[in-house]
């Protein structure tokens, strides 16, 4: 927990873009310590590498793309979910193409393939980020809340009005098992929503290999859900993806409310703009980093 983590070895797959319909291949590769979560295009010349951090969030309509220059990858959020699950510090990405690919819509095989690629734990301290004020973020009946937490918890509302989906609330939190329980979440839609970006030349590689599909009155997958409650835990998937591009594991309580990538974002920015709304925290030693009491004292001394 302490310690940074990397892969112990570089591992690859292939597959589809959500977005192209284009195959691409993801090589996971270790990194020195200290230098984050990166991505690089290995299609392009020059090697340009780009840090995956929310001051590159290029764009969040329908994914998470990240940009450096005119250099893009996008549908990142899934993977970041993944690393960030199993606690990888410093990775690089690498992709032949301008998303990484979708798979099966959920991280279950991005996480299986960082486990295949064994971990590897580094010398240097990870570096946590504390809140330290409570911000809110609200858009009509939409709204982001982070507040100060002695652990990472996300508690996320949907509710949509059709009759697979309706209400529903999910809270992540240390006791939750995420690859059993949130990983193999897959990204969902409407049918009538995926005709019209096709016909705009947008989601072309979309199916129900890789989405859940709704019509107006259930799910067409001939396999049925994975869970009855799979939309909302896919959203705290999406969200830690998003979260995990403040580049530090972070120490907040967070409520979200029909909120998606934009609003998520924008909460991100929020708090490391705002003057005092987090610290950096550095463990010591693992009991500080298990001792709350012991942890908030700390982190008080930052701020
Ligand atoms: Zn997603």
């Not at 809140?131 to 652990?151: F, N, V």
Request: net charge neutral; charged share 20%.
């Amino acid at each position: 927990m302490k310690n940074q983590k990397t892969l112990k070895q570089a591992v690859s797959l292939s597959g589809i873009g959500l977005h192209s319909g284009k195959r691409v291949t993801l090589t996971l590769h270790p990194a020195r310590a200290n230098s984050g979560i990166r991505f690089v295009r290995t299609d392009l010349p020059g090697s340009v590498e780009i840090p995956a951090n929310v001051r590159n969030v290029h764009s969040t309509t329908l994914a998470t793309t990240l940009s450096s220059g005119d250099v893009k990858v996008s549908t990142v959020e899934h993977l970041m979910s993944a690393l960030w699950a199993l606690g990888i510090d410093n990775c690089l990405c690498a992709v032949d193409g301008e998303e990484v690919p979708i798979l099966d819509g959920s991280a279950a095989p991005f996480a299986q393939l960082i486990q295949k690629a064994g971990i590897k734990t580094q010398r240097s301290s990870r570096r946590f980020l504390v809140a330290q004020k409570t911000i809110e973020i609200r858009s009509g009946d939409k709204w982001a809340i982070l507040k100060p937490s002695r652990e990472f918890k996300i508690k996320y509302t949907i509710d949509f009005p059709h009759p697979v989906i309706g209400k529903q609330v999910f809270e992540f939190n240390s006791q939750t098992n995420f690859f059993k329980e949130i990983a193999p979440c897959r990204t969902f839609g409407f049918l009538k929503d995926v005709e019209r970006m096709q016909a705009m030349g947008l989601a072309l590689g979309g199916s129900l290999q890789n989405a859940v599909v709704l019509d107006d009155h259930s799910a067409l997958n001939p396999e049925g859900l994975r869970f009855e409650n799979e939309f909302v835990r896919h959203k705290i998937l999406d969200a830690i993806g998003d979260f995990s591009l403040i580049g530090y594991p972070i120490l907040a309580e967070i409520e979200l409310h029909r909120a998606g990538h934009e609003l998520q974002t924008k909460l991100v920015h929020e708090l490391l703009e705002q003057p005092g709304a987090f610290s950096i925290f550095v463990p010591e030693s693992e009991e500080e980093l298990e001792n709350p009491f012991c942890l908030a004292q700390t982190a008080s001394a930052f701020s």
